[in-house]
C-alpha cells in the first residue's frame, strides 16, 4: 500500500451534481480543504415529499456555473493553479450527473487539466480524511478498515484495504436506512427530508416505547428495513384507528434506535471479523447525532465520522476520491459518460 507522503501533492476542483446539490470544492492532496460550496435545493423539493428529478437537473444548470465560481474565489486560485478536477460519474439521477460532467469536461477541454471520474459512493467514503483549512489535522484511517456507508440510497459495508480497493461485504436488500427515515417521517406527518425530523421528535421521545423489529439477517451483511418501515406503519393506523393521538416522538425514538441498533451491532461484528483497524461511517445517515453517539462511544475500535457539513452530498468528498484516484495514476477521456446506477467496485 502507498503511504500518503509519498503520493504526490496535487490541487483538485471537485464537482457534485447527482442528486439534489450542486456543489464544487477545492481540496488539496486529498485532505486540506480550501473551499467548499454547496447550493442547496431542499425547499425546492420538500413541496413533493422527495427530489423531483426534472426539477433537480434544471436547477443544476441555473447555478453550476456561480457555484465553480465561488469555490475557486474562496480558494484564492484558478483553474491555472489546479491538478485536476474531479466529478460525480454516477451513481445518481441521470439529468443531474450529466451536468456536472459537461461542466467538467467544459473546464478539462479548456484548462487542459486531466479529467477524473469518481464514484459519489467513494466519495462518501473520503469524506473521512477531509480536514479543514487552519483545523488541526486528525490521523488518517488506518487500513484495513471497514467503511459503513449509510444514506439516502444506499446502506452497505465496504472492506478496504488501501486507497480506492473496495470490497462489499454486504447491502440493504431493501430500502436503505435513510430511504426509511424519509418514509417513517412521512408516515409521523414530519417534514422532509426524514432524517432531521427523525431526530429532532426522538428528543423528546422513549426508545422503548415499541418494541420495533431488527432485521438481523444472520449469516449475512447484508441489510434490510422494509419490515422495520412496515412495523411501524401498522402501529400508526392501530393507533389512528382507535382514534388515539400518536405518540410521534416515542414512535420516532423507537423508530430510530431499530435503526441504529442494526447499523452498529452488524458493522463491529463485521470489523471483528475482519480484523480491521478502523472503522468509517460516511453518508447522510452519519449525521444523526444516536448514531454517531453510539459508535464514537466504544473503545473496540477507532471511528472516523466526517464532520456535520461533509455527511451529506457535497464536492469536497468528490475531490478528496479524485485525488487518491488522481494520484495512482487514473487519467479519463474526455468523452467520459455518466453511469446513473455505477456500483462501488
Known amino acids: 500500500m502507498m503511504e500518503q507522503n509519498l503520493l504526490p501533492p496535487a490541487r483538485v476542483l471537485g464537482l457534485e451534481t447527482s442528486c439534489d446539490e450542486t456543489a464544487a470544492a477545492v481540496l488539496e492532496d486529498g485532505r486540506i480543504l480550501h473551499s467548499s460550496v454547496v447550493a442547496t435545493q431542499m425547499d425546492l423539493h420538500a413541496q413533493f415529499g422527495g427530489v423531483f428529478p426534472e426539477v433537480a437537473s434544471r436547477q443544476h444548470i441555473r447555478t453550476i456555473h456561480s457555484v465553480v465560481d465561488q469555490a475557486l474565489h474562496q480558494a484564492h486560485l484558478s483553474l491555472s493553479d489546479l491538478d485536476a478536477i474531479a466529478v460525480t460519474r454516477g451513481p445518481g439521477l441521470a439529468g443531474s450527473l450529466v451536468v456536472g460532467m459537461n461542466t467538467a469536461k467544459g473546464l478539462a477541454l479548456a484548462s487542459g487539466l486531466p479529467l477524473i471520474g469518481v464514484n459519489h459512493l467513494e466519495g462518501h467514503i473520503y469524506s473521512a480524511w477531509i480536514n479543514p483549512l487552519d483545523a488541526p489535522a486528525p490521523p488518517e484511517p488506518e487500513f484495513p478498515l471497514l467503511a459503513l456507508l449509510v444514506s439516502g440510497g444506499h446502506t452497505e459495508l465496504n472492506l478496504m484495504k ?68 412496515t412495523a411501524v406503519l401498522r402501529v400508526v393506523r392501530q393507533l389512528e384507528g382507535s382514534r388515539q393521538p400518536l405518540p410521534v416522538s416515542d414512535l420516532a425514538a423507537s423508530f430510530q434506535a431499530a435503526v441504529v441498533e442494526v447499523l452498529f ?45 461533509l455527511c451529506t452530498d457535497n464536492a469536497a468528498m468528490i475531490a478528496a476520491a479524485g485525488y487518491y484516484r488522481f494520484a495512482l495514476g487514473q487519467r479519463d477521456p474526455l468523452d467520459l459518460d455518466v453511469l446513473p446506477t455505477w456500483a462501488l467496485s
Open 162 to 229: 488501501g486507497h480506492v480497493q473496495y470490497q462489499r461485504l454486504g447491502a440493504t436488500l431493501d430500502d436503505a436506512a435513510g430511504e426509511a427515515f424519509d418514509k417513517v417521517a412521512r408516515l409521523l406527518g414530519l417534514p422532509y427530508p426524514g432524517g432531521p425530523s427523525i431526530q429532532k421528535a426522538a428528543e423528546g421521545g422513549d426508545p422503548k416505547a415499541f418494541a420495533f423489529p431488527r432485521a438481523r439477517l444472520d449469516g449475512t451483511w447484508d441489510f434490510s428495513f422494509s419490515g422495520l418501515k
Open 265 to 309: 451491532t452488524k458493522t463491529i461484528k463485521a470489523a471483528q471479523k475482519f480484523g480491521v483497524h478502523t472503522i468509517v461511517v460516511a453518508g447522510g445517515v452519519s449525521a444523526n447525532r444516536a448514531l454517531r453517539d453510539t459508535f464514537l462511544s466504544q473503545q473496540q475500535f477507532p471511528v472516523h465520522i466526517p464532520e456535520l457539513s
